[in-house]
């Protein structure tokens, strides 16, 4: 799949496992020519998603990804919950 250079990093969101749309090709934000790789990070609610792209003249290809439906932001919420009443009652 390629997708073109956003605002947003999240444009590979199709790969998360709640997201039904593909999205569409963006502007290119990028010089023509230019060659460029990105790891994003997307660190949701209840998962944890990475994916590495490669991009040329403006368009993204997105090489691979792999993410963790068990960890996300919900998980480290709760962590630091715990910490902070485990520290209360001590």
């Keep these: 799949m390629a997708y073109g250079f956003g605002s947003t990093a999240s444009q590979h969101s199709s790969h998360?496992?709640?997201s039904q749309k593909e999205p569409g090709t963006h502007h290119s934000s990028a010089r023509a020519?230019?060659?460029e790789t990105?790891?994003?990070?997307?660190?949701?609610g209840g998962t944890f998603d990475v994916s590495l792209?490669?991009?040329w003249e403006g368009i993204l290809e997105v090489l691979a990804t792999d993410g963790d439906n068990?960890?996300?932001g919900d998980d480290?919420?709760?962590?630091?919950?715990?910490?902070l009443l485990q520290s209360q009652t001590k």
């Design 16 to 18: 998360h496992p709640k």
């Design 33 to 35: 020519g230019s060659y």
């Design 38 to 44: 990105l790891l994003v990070f997307d660190l949701g």
């Design 53 to 55: 792209l490669e991009g």
């Design 70 to 72: 068990e960890l996300g």
């Design 76 to 83: 480290f919420t709760r962590a630091l919950a715990d910490q």
